[in-house]
Structure formats: C-alpha cells, structure tokens
C-alpha cells in the first residue's frame, strides 16, 4: 500500500518522480559545473566571497553535487525502468545527504553564530523549515512510487 497516491495534488506519482528526477539532475549538474568552473578559474577572493572563509566549502558543495547527480540519475533509472531498487537506493542516498546537509547547517549556525543577528537567524530557521519540508515530502512521494512498484511486481507471486 503507497503512503501518497498523487505528486503535489495533480501529478501521478510516476510524473511527479520525472519532474522531480529530471529538476533534481539538472540543477545539480548546473551546481557541478559552476562549482569546477569556480574551482578551475584560481580566483580564491571571489570564492571567498561567495562562498565563506575556505576552498572547504567548495569541496563539499563539489560532494554534494555529485552525489545528488548520482541520485537523480538512480530515481529516473528506476521511474523509466520500473527498477525499485534504484527508487529505494534514491531514497537512502537523499536521506543521508539531506540529514549531512541539516549537520553542516547547524554547524555553520553554531560556529558562526557571532556574525548573525537574531533576524537572520529566524530567517534561516524558516529556509530550513520550508527546504526539510519539501524534502520529506518528496521523499515519501519518491518511497510510495517505491512501494507501488513493489507491489505490482511481487503481486502475481503473492496471488499464485
């Protein structure tokens, strides 16, 4: 039994996991690209000043983006496959970049927290709220299309 039948009300599970799949992939190439453009290019103060005070976060952000453009590539292989592994393999893979991005944020907001002021705090809070929202959402939207797939495939052999 899927948790959630439909993708933000209209959208049938399966296009909503396209729509997600191909957003998820391009955006994360466009954060690759930009990020080996910013790394390749040798001009350390404009790195610093979009990004913080070392290359570090460029390095992580350079992680991130390759393992959500190996999840994006996991969620349209199994969609377009009907693969279940690959959807549940998505999930696992969003989870844990999702729970490592809630620690780097924390961090971030507990080391430096002398630099924000309480108004950017709550607007931060309220990012974080919002973003986490969405991304539970999704994910359980992406794990129903899992159990879904799940259950046609090992329906005839439960029925038998």
Known sequence: MALIRFCCCCFSLRSGMLLLGWSQALLSLL?????????????????????????????????GSVIQTIAAVFLLYGVYMRKSYYILEYVKLE????????????????????????????????FLALNYGLAVYYLLAAYSYYRIITEDIYAPLIQT
């Open 95 to 126: 989870t844990l970049l999702h729970i490592a991005s809630l620690i780097e944020f924390f961090l971030y907001l507990v080391l430096e927290h002398s630099t924000f002021s309480s108004q950017d705090i709550y607007i931060f809070l309220g």
């Open 31 to 63: 954060s690759l690209s930009g990020v080996i453009i910013a790394d390749s290019s040798g001009s350390t103060s404009s790195i610093n000043q979009l990004l913080g005070k070392s290359l570090r976060t460029l390095y992580v952000l350079l992680g």
